[in-house]
């Protein structure tokens, strides 16, 4: 159980252009979903929390309007990355918790190129 | 401010032999502290988790973790490791209020395991 699934796995776009990332959390329902950012050989840092039904909060330099967050429902989160920018290739990771003490569970990450 | 230490960037160790990957916490009251292991282009995989009780924990695919609260460590060990399990590995602490809040990931492992 606990299955988040996020598509999609890959994808090269030109700049300037708009990407769209999903997040489903597949067995369970689940209020906030996590949004991370992984650079070559490091960590993975929090950009924001998703809020089903209200805004995403946002981690401190992390801007708002290039990332949109979307939580239509208890299941799915989606991040927009607008007007992409090489610097914003990147693998991108979601993750969700079924409840409070619950570990998070992940998908298995995009890998956006932006050329 | 929570936050993780994994104070070494790579731990080679031949297979059969036992590992341990270090890990260090600072967070203010009791943690929660999770592990997690990572392989190439895909999200991360949950290992194990400490709340509360014992403080051995054990958990997939052979791995255990011991709380030390005196030590603010969560070490993860495995008796005889195996070249499966090369990976990179994530020592994450989450505050004890759970709920809506991200994990703090350690920077991570690489668990080199030489046939």
């Known amino acids: 159980g606990a299955v988040v699934s996020q598509h999609p796995s890959w994808v090269i776009c030109k700049s300037g252009t708009s990407v769209k990332i999903e997040c489903r959390s597949l067995d369970f329902q689940a209020t906030t979903m996590f949004w991370y950012r992984q650079f070559p050989k490091q960590s993975l840092m929090l950009m924001a929390t998703s809020n089903e039904g209200s805004k995403a909060t946002y981690e401190q330099g992390v801007e708002k309007d290039k990332f949109l967050i979307n939580h239509a429902s208890l299941t799915l989160s989606t991040l927009t990355v607008t007007s992409a920018h090489p610097e914003d290739s990147s693998f991108y990771i979601c993750?969700?918790?079924?409840?409070?003490?619950?570990?998070?569970?992940f998908g298995n990450g995009t890998r956006l190129t932006v050329t | 401010a929570q936050s993780v230490a994994q104070p070494e960037d790579q731990v080679n160790v031949a297979e059969g032999n036992p590992l341990t990957v270090k890990c260090t916490y600072s967070?203010?009251?009791?943690?929660?502290l999770f592990w997690y292991v990572q392989y190439p282009n895909r999200g991360l995989q949950f290992l194990l988790k400490y709340i509360t009780g014992d403080n051995l924990v054990k958990g997939s695919y052979g791995f255990e973790a011991e709380f030390n609260k005196s030590q603010t460590s969560f070490h993860l060990k495995k008796p005889s490791a195996l070249v499966s399990d090369s990976a990179l590995y994530f020592c994450a602490v989450q505050p004890l209020g759970g709920g809506a809040d991200g994990l703090t990931f350690g920077k991570g492992t690489h668990l080199i395991i030489q046939p």
């Open positions: 967070v203010s009251g009791n943690p929660y």
């Open positions: 993750s969700a918790r079924a409840e409070g003490a619950s570990p998070l569970h």
